[in-house]
């Protein structure tokens, strides 16, 4: 009878610490969803209600406090070892602020600039537990080849080329991970950015920079809703 119970224990506090987890990641990515609408709301070509976009920012925060208070005293399970982990709460919420300030002088384009610092954040969090997932790698493919056409936009082509042949690693990255989580509705968007991609790396790889900008946009343009399906 007692090896019953403490079966019973065993089972019940291993499903425990599994719901724990769950209950994290379910958490991190509803977050990662606000903030993908916060930030479209920053990006948007849309006549810009500062008003709206402050309080959806004001939401964040509060969002981000909560988990805070959820988590910090109660850490899962991979990040346990972490002696940042409380930290990535205040660089979530100092981005928050950093936004709130740039819309409240309606400098959008200041804004929209910062908004990759909710992803670094996630980004770096992830790569020191060893936790990266797809939204992970999604970001910092496209981090590469945002970087590579910066350098292509200020005739730094020597540059771009070198960038460029770091980007092929990441993008097999990409594709293990897509592999992992199976998502058909992801794999059918991810095909026609994925081709866009090959055309633009080629294009890079031929000195073919006229074409390249032209991908670019084209890639720049489908990349915001492929990677929300990753969320």
């Known amino acids: 009878m007692k090896k019953l119970i403490y079966t019973v224990l065993f089972i019940f506090a291993l499903s425990s610490i599994s719901t724990a987890q769950t209950s994290f990641d379910k958490d991190m990515t509803k977050l990662h969803n606000d903030i993908f609408k916060s930030c ?58 950093i936004l709130s300030e740039r819309v409240k002088r309606s400098d959008y384009k200041a804004a929209v600039m910062n908004c990759s610092g909710f992803c670094k954040t996630f980004n770096k969090m992830h790569m020191i537990n060893g936790t990266l997932d797809l939204t992970d790698v999604m970001f910092m493919w496209n981090m590469q080849i945002t970087m590579t056409n910066f ?4 005739g730094n082509t020597k540059g771009a080329a070198m960038s460029a042949k770091k980007i092929p690693a990441l993008h097999n990255m990409v594709i293990a991970k897509k592999e992992k989580k199976n998502s058909s509705e992801f794999n059918i968007l991810f095909k ?4 866009n991609y090959q055309t633009w790396l080629k294009a890079v790889e031929n000195k073919n920079f006229k074409e390249a900008k032209k991908q670019a946009k084209t890639f720049n343009a489908a990349f915001p809703m492929v990677f929300k399906k990753t969320l």
């Open 40 to 97: 479209g709301m920053i990006k948007s070509k849309e006549a810009k209600d500062n008003a709206k976009i402050l309080k959806s920012l004001a939401g964040l925060k509060d969002e981000i406090s909560a988990l805070q208070k959820k988590y910090v005293k109660h850490t899962p399970k991979e990040y346990a070892k972490d002696p940042l982990f409380a930290s990535y709460f205040f660089q979530l919420k100092d981005v928050a602020d």
């Open 192 to 195: 026609s950015l994925d081709k």
């Open 151 to 154: 350098m292509i936009n200020a």
